[in-house]
């Protein structure tokens, strides 16, 4: 999914997100103080930032560390380091919404977030709301089947609890309204639908 | 010799009933393992170079700058100097690495030199595609009533006939209509993860073709098939487009013998977009005649659009769609464009076909100022595919869910909100769905425990859950007594998930590995209940004589008498082989109510209601949600998507997700699902249910439109800009 740099020959051009991921993980690379030389500038402008470093952090309340490039992602790290697949590499820039995580308590699409700037941060994954007891969203999907091939799911899981804990009494309307983020491609939002209401309606418990 | 059956409606413990899919909570907290997400030691990301152009040829490939590239450790060229390629996307090279930021950042390096050649990608101007030399002949067909006499020439003939019988209809209506060309974009993208053990090949691909792609590998790797295990428990989506091992699946396998390590590759966004898979355009200038009642007596249609670079387009063969008139003409050119080749899209042919006939028929009831439900209706006495009684049910309770009657308005004639006027549009539908060739071996334990085996795969339709329903249910025990494994080509073959064949398969064979192992346990254990085997059943997790249920043995009791073995069998189905079990032909009839901004030209869908026959329904909570998927699929191709390319450059623009448009939770409305299913079709057996829904909601939701605008917006999806440029034509702006 890092689709993030173009050969010289792109009629385009560079792209867009060659820039914004170029310039992004310089910026990362940049505030977190690692030492980093700036090689083989690209054309059209796109540098390589080098340098690996080892940053700390939390991920589903347990105490982790990663050594991480200035270049990968949360995603990458989540997937590759952690072997916690559930976030979904759909769309790069997150407008997919399959990737979507918690950040110190706020959502963010992994795939657009870069590991070195989770420093010190608390990383909340789809799987801590499995387990044993698994998260009474999680559950109303499976009662309501929202979900078909799955691959959208985690993402939208996390979206529809994320957005139940902000408007616990959310109507069906505010539900149509505020889980626009996340893309099934199966067509589950009826479903969906279904399940955030009957958490609503206190019909499913954990 | 085993009677195979279904029980009746009322004797059934699971089949028939709404279970909860069984990998439910794997796939909702993130731990069901798809093919992306397979992790292995030491594994290699490999990123391929698309081409950046609609059509050229490649002059050189330097690798030098990119090998330099710390932590790319492999190079593969898919296409050598010289060759001509005809599609943006098509991979290059591919960059095998440690990391993806490596291989990235390696594919980046690749420097290829391209001679640009002339595109063309304008599938809707079938004169301009002539001009271009881009036409093949795609087929046809007429047929009229009255028959040739031997000396007549038949081509004047049909033209003299299809002259009169217009001439004698009471209404002729003329019009053009299209359906752009769409992409499968699955969620998942095309790809494996692999590894080589032994001289095996290890593949975890993605696929709805577990038993059929390790011939695939094996095939192009000069391998037999019992080299290759392909494994997918999870899909991430496949609609038609994930068949084969593809020629980036036999490059990771390469890479990854070369290199010794495992190789994860794994199409990009926008490849998926460009190369996973898209449905051929349709565009088609009809011409029809009817009777005064509105019965069409006469088709006369031309249509055309593209399949890709190697031409294709909608068959003639499903033109007109379901209503087929005595007498029509009908003849299809293809036209060949710079784009990657079509693959099957759930239910190819039919959303085209209907979106190009059934808009048509609703034209007819426009110029009549007849409400298009009589229209359909009087016209079902030429229906295809299901009986027309089964059509004339499900519209009326589609009616009667949509409360059409009473919402229903000539077109254009509806009561206007500001700028917003509503309507109402239906289409109806038919899909074979005949059961494919599946295989499945049944294994009794000792200790009591079941485990089934099938080359099968779930693409998220509730596969897994239906196998496992038609077990437990067979040998009267509880979902969590069996255990179901599907998803590897080392277990019985289970034909590809194409053509809504995978419910039937899988029930056919899983009910016959059940009744044929309940039949042998019977036989270990009469002695013990001293009767006769063929006096006993299995019900409620116990074996029993018929009319004494006192006589009983528990099923662990019962199976403890197997000895040291398990009992196995292997059950199989083969296609058209005839069986009580399944069978095919199904209908549906869909309605859509939308609205329309006659300022803004957004098209907002209110209320969708699809009633669906499929024979015996296994599992009615997943079939549900498999039409609800459907519908949801139908409002993206009427309303959003579409595969937008460059007439300059062939670049196919929009091949992202921020920019190749879906509905949204928010876009969809109301959403009823009716499952039609009284005894006259259970008793039919087990039909497929995953295409049919999904072919109707174009030309529903196109009629609805029109009967909201009274004018014809003719070309899907329905954009914006589409309905404001027919507003404009029509001279109502």
Redesign the interface.
């Known amino acids: ?12 051009g560079v792209s867009r997100r060659a820039f914004l991921k170029g310039s992004g993980a310089a910026a990362a690379a940049t505030a977190v103080g690692t030492s980093t030389a700036p090689l083989a500038a ?1 054309e059209g402008g ?1 540098e ?1 930032v ?1 340098g690996e470093k080892t940053i700390s952090l939390t991920v589903n309340g347990q105490n982790r560390q990663a050594t991480v ?1 200035p ?2 992602t949360l995603l ?1 790290m989540l ?2 380091q952690f ?11 997150g ?2 919404g ?1 990737s979507t995580v918690w950040v110190d308590g706020k959502t963010v699409a992994a795939s657009t977030m870069l590991a070195l700037q989770c420093e010190g941060k608390a990383i909340r ?3 801590s ?3 044993d007891q ?2 009474p ?3 109303a ?3 309501h ?10 993402g939208f ?1 996390v979206a529809v609890r994320a957005f139940l804990d902000k408007h616990p009494n959310a109507s069906e309307e505010e ?3 505020g ?15 279904d399940a955030a209401m009957s958490i609503v309606k206190g019909e499913s418990h954990g | 010799m085993v009677e195979y059956y279904w029980p009746q409606r009322e004797e059934t413990t699971l089949i028939g009933k709404p279970v909860d899919r069984l990998d439910g909570l794997e796939k909702a907290t993130g731990t069901a393992k798809y093919t992306y997400d397979v992790n292995l030691k030491d594994q290699l990301i490999a990123k391929a170079l698309g081409c950046p152009h609609g059509h050229c040829r490649i002059k050189s490939i330097d690798t030098a700058a990119a090998e330099a590239t710390p932590g790319v450790v492999h190079i593969e060229l898919l296409r050598e100097p010289g060759s001509e390629i005809e599609w943006e996307g098509e991979l290059i090279a591919v960059v095998a690495a440690d990391s993806e930021g490596a291989a990235v950042e390696g594919r980046s390096k690749i420097d290829v030199q391209y001679e640009t050649l002339e595109v063309f990608t304008n599938d809707e101007d079938l004169e301009a595609a002539k001009e271009a030399g881009r036409t093949t002949r795609g087929g046809g067909k007429a047929e009229t009533q009255r028959e040739p006499g031997e000396e007549d020439d038949e081509d004047e003939f049909i033209e003299d006939e299809i002259k009169r019988l217009f001439g004698e209809a009471a209404h002729v209506i003329e019009g053009y209509y299209g359906i752009d060309a769409i992409t499968h974009c699955c969620l998942e993208p095309h790809g494996s993860t692999v590894h080589w053990d032994n001289g095996r090949l290890i593949a975890y691909l993605s696929t709805q073709n577990v038993s059929g792609t390790d011939d695939g590998f094996a095939r192009d790797l000069n391998l037999t098939a019992d080299d290759v295990d392909v494994i997918c428990e999870y899909i991430g989506g496949g609609f038609g487009s994930k068949f084969a091992a593809d020629y980036w699946g036999i490059a990771a396998a390469r890479i990854s013998k070369q290199t010794g390590r495992p190789v994860k590759f794994m199409l990009d966004r926008d490849q998926e977009l460009k190369l996973g898979g898209n449905r051929p355009s349709g565009y088609i200038k009809v011409k029809l005649g009817a009777d005064e009642n509105g019965v069409v007596q006469i088709w006369d249609s031309e249509h055309w659009g593209t399949g890709g670079a190697n031409g294709g387009g909608v068959s003639h063969g499903v033109i007109p769609y379901v209503l087929s008139p005595p007498n029509y003409r009908r003849l299809a050119t293809n036209i060949k464009v710079n784009a990657a080749q079509a693959r099957a899209w759930r239910a190819p042919n039919h959303p085209q076909a209907c979106a190009m006939s059934q808009t048509a028929y609703d034209d007819l009831a426009a110029q009549m100022g007849a409400d298009s439900y009589d229209i359909f209706m009087r016209n079902l006495g030429s229906a295809q595919g299901a009986k027309p009684e089964v059509y004339a049910e499900e519209m009326k309770i589609a009616a009667r869910l949509m409360d059409w009657k009473a919402k229903w308005h000539a077109h254009g004639k509806g009561p206007r909100d500001g700028s917003v006027v509503e309507g109402l549009g239906m289409a109806l539908h038919t899909w074979g769905g005949t059961a494919n060739n599946s295989s499945c071996q049944l294994k009794i334990y000792p200790d009591g425990s079941v485990q089934s085996f099938c080359g099968t795969q779930d693409l998220g339709t509730g596969t897994r859950t239906v196998c496992a329903q038609v077990v437990a249910d067979t040998l009267g025990l509880s979902l969590d007594q069996v255990q179901v494994n599907i998803g590897r080509s080392t277990y019985p073959n289970s034909g590809a998930s194409g053509g809504s064949t995978t419910v039937g398969g899988v029930s056919e064979s899983h009910r016959r590995a059940a009744q044929d192992a309940l039949m042998k346990l019977f036989d270990q254990v009469a002695g013990a209940l001293e009767a006769d085997a063929g006096d006993l059943e299995a019900v409620d997790g116990r074996i029993r004589i018929k009319g004494s249920p006192e006589s009983s043995l528990s099923w662990k009791e019962a199976c403890s008498r197997l000895g040291l073995k398990p009992l196995e069998v292997t059950a199989s189905y083969q296609r058209g082989s005839g069986s009580p079990l399944s069978s095919s032909g199904v209908g549906g009839v869909q309605m859509a109510h939308v609205t329309v901004d006659t300022e803004t030209g957004v098209v907002k869908m209110r209320k969708f209601v699809a009633v669906q026959d499929m024979g015996l329904i296994v599992n009615p909570k997943t079939a549900k949600s498999q039409i609800y998927g459907a519908a949801i699929m139908g409002i993206a191709y009427a309303l959003f998507e579409q595969r937008k390319l460059d007439p300059a450059t062939g670049a196919f623009v929009n091949a992202e997700m921020a920019d190749y448009k879906l509905p949204r939770l928010g876009d969809t409305g109301q959403i009823i699902v009716e499952l039609y299913e009284p005894d006259s079709e259970r008793e039919r057996g087990v039909i497929g249910l995953g295409e049919p829904p999904v072919i109707s909601p174009g030309a529903a939701i196109s009629n609805a439109v029109c009967n909201a605008l009274g004018v014809r917006v003719p070309v899907l999806p329905l954009t914006p800009k589409r309905v404001l440029d027919a507003l404009q034509q029509a001279g109502r702006v």
């Open positions: 999914m890092t689709d993030s740099i173009h050969n010289s020959d792109t009629h385009s690209q796109t390589v080098r490039e270049r990968t990458e997937r590759y072997d916690l697949t559930g976030a979904k590499p759909v769309s790069l820039d407008s997919s399959a994954t789809v799987e709301l499995g387990g698994p998260d969203v999680a559950q999907f499976v009662k089947d929202a979900e078909q091939c799955g691959f959208c799911t985690p899981v539900i149509r309204q889980l626009n983020g996340n893309i099934c491609r199966c067509g589950t939002y009826a479903n969906i639908i």
